[in-house]
Each structure stands twice: as C-alpha cells, then as structure tokens.
C-alpha cells in the first residue's frame, strides 16, 4: 500500500500546485494533503490512501463546477 499512497499524494500535490494560481481557493485542500502526507511518514498507509480519496472527491467536484481547472 506504501506505492499507491505516495503515488496518490504526488498526484494531488501536482493537481493543487497547477490548480492554485487558476483558483486560489483550491489551496483550501491543502491541509487535507498534509494530514495524508503526515498519515505516509507514520507507515499509516491506508489512512493515507482514504485522506487521499477525500482530496480527490474534492477535486472532482471542483473540476465539475469550475472550468478551465487542470486534469487530475
């Protein structure tokens, strides 16, 4: 589970990092990455992956009600 957890921070710090200068408010996910990246550091991997999926369903619903933000 340590593979898919790290490859599912990347992704969002990736997404949060593009989506940011385009919709500020988008860094309002930020503190939800961190508590998945502080679940990794712990060995705490699938608590990891599921703060992840919170991050990502937010990320859909951003996506959908706002164009002109990035692809996950």
């Known amino acids: 589970m340590r593979q898919p957890a790290a490859a ?9 990092e593009a989506a940011a200068p385009i919709l500020p408010q988008a860094a309002a996910l930020a503190p939800g990455l ?3 990246v502080q ?28 164009p002109g933000l990035p692809a996950l």
Do not use: E, P
Not at 8 to 16: G, N, V
Not at 42 to 59: E, K, P, R
């Open 39 to 66: 679940q990794y550091t712990a060995h705490q991997y699938a608590a990891s992956l599921n703060q992840t999926a919170a991050v990502f369903h937010a990320v859909q619903h951003l996506r959908s009600t706002v």
């Open 8 to 16: 599912s921070i990347q992704l969002c710090y990736r997404w949060l």
């Open 34 to 36: 961190v508590t998945a």
